[in-house]
């Protein structure tokens, strides 16, 4: 088991910074990859960013490639989602998410922390 723990969701206003985080417990955090998510109200949950376990590979959603960028901690246990130039269509619900090596999806959720982007 994993349990992920996101903080660092808050209002803020448009053209503005936020750095998510996602601390990890349990199983060995290095053996995962991980990811951020969101939904946002009446939608469905959109992928939003990825890194591989050893950080050498990350992939990101068009929507934020250019704005946001993902990345891990290992020693910390923790992934992070650095977004800058917040536009208002980024207001959701944010949610880290890990997969192992021997799952096709995502295995483990977080609970996910609220970012709301004001004009």
């Known amino acids: 088991q994993v349990q992920l723990v996101e903080s660092g969701g808050r209002l803020v206003q448009a053209g503005g910074s936020l750095r998510l985080s996602c601390a990890a417990s349990?199983?060995?955090?290095?053996?995962?990859?991980m990811a951020w998510f969101r939904q946002a109200p009446g939608k469905e949950r959109e992928f939003v960013a990825a890194i591989s376990r050893s950080r050498d590979s990350t992939n990101y959603a068009d929507s934020v490639k250019g704005r946001f960028t993902i990345s891990r901690d290992n020693a910390k246990g923790t992934v992070y989602l650095q977004m800058n130039s917040l536009k208002l269509e980024d207001t959701a619900v944010y949610y880290c998410a890990a997969k192992s090596a021997y799952s096709l999806g995502y295995d483990y959720w977080g609970q996910g922390t609220q970012v709301t982007v004001s004009s």
């Open positions: 349990g199983r060995t955090f290095s053996r995962y990859d």
